[in-house]
């Protein structure tokens, strides 16, 4: 799809459409989107678009949405992000989505292998962006939600992976013998709404190759520890400033050994002071 230049009523009519066409690279697009799936049924399909590449050209409203007609008001649902690869494209994704950034190498399988780390038996669907399909994982957990990159080359080094559904019981500390937290590259959006976090500490413990662009807020409800979050992400300076931790009331060592933390941490609703290196 990289050499398509306009995707105008690509699949005007098509009524038994219902393919996977997660991935794809329109960037070559410019807003020429008008109509795509005008008289179609996918707008209901079970794996909508997840991830796109599109152009950063592309005419964005101050909410970052992209005009695309995808029937309906299915188009308020999507947001861009930037595409952690490549400054010159955005990632089209759903605004209730979880997209990260994993390392791939092509040393052994378990290099090769990635992790979604969630503890709850999870309902997720998942678009892994190396051309493969779509995959469901009804009541599963990090055991379970993982993916093979078989298919990689040796300039395929990391994927941006997106996750839709219920994802509650992130936590990366307690899923360390399936998910290797230096594997994890970057955090581009939490999803409004859906991630509720495991409440427990370690969250993102030690993953000190991850860089943090996400300035979304995950769903804090229930959540009243933040511990050690953060810590040993050496990398991290994120944005938290939408962050609402108005029930947390320990966030002890929350950014211990953040060494390149140098934002100031703006959390506008909180009963408690932040400490980088407390205990």
């Given amino acids: 799809t990289v050499s398509v230049t306009t995707m105008d009523n690509m699949f005007n009519g098509a009524t038994d459409m219902n393919g996977d066409i997660n991935g794809w690279d329109v ?13 179609t ?15 950063a050209d592309v005419s964005t409203s101050s909410e970052s949405k992209i005009a695309v007609d ?16 490549n400054s010159n494209t955005v990632l089209l994704v759903p ?18 292998m990635v992790n979604i780390p969630f ?5 997720v669907s998942v678009c892994w962006n190396d051309k493969t399909e779509t995959d469901s994982f009804p009541d599963k957990t990090a055991e379970d939600i993982s993916h093979n990159y078989t298919g990689a080359t040796a300039s395929d080094s990391s994927y941006t992976v997106v996750v839709q559904g219920d994802m509650s019981g992130w936590n990366i500390t307690s899923n360390t013998t399936h998910a290797r937290p230096e594997k994890l590259l970057g955090v581009h959006q939490l999803g409004d709404g859906s991630l509720g976090m495991l409440n ?12 943090w662009t996400a300035t979304d807020a995950p769903n804090m409800t229930g959540v009243t520890t933040a511990s050690g979050w953060f810590e ?6 994120g944005d938290l400033s939408a962050w ?6 320990s966030m002890a060592a929350m950014f211990k050994d953040c060494t390149n933390l140098n934002n100031a941490i703006n959390i506008p609703i909180c009963k408690t002071v932040i400490v980088k290196t407390g205990t």
């Fill in 27 to 39: 960037s070559n697009v410019s807003d020429n989107f008008n109509n795509i799936f005008e008289e």
């Fill in 41 to 55: 049924s996918y707008v209901s399909h079970p794996r909508p678009i997840f991830s796109w590449i599109v152009s």
């Fill in 70 to 85: 995808l029937g309906g008001d299915q188009s308020a649902n999507y947001t861009l992000v930037p595409n952690p690869v």
């Fill in 95 to 112: 605004k209730h989505s979880l997209v990260t950034r994993w390392e791939v190498s092509l040393n052994s399988e378990d290099q090769s």
């Fill in 119 to 123: 503890s709850n038996n999870s309902d």
């Fill in 200 to 211: 427990d500490v370690g969250a993102w413990k030690n993953c000190d190759n991850m860089v």
């Fill in 232 to 237: 040993g992400c050496t990398l991290f300076n």
């Fill in 244 to 249: 609402n931790v108005q029930n947390i009331t």
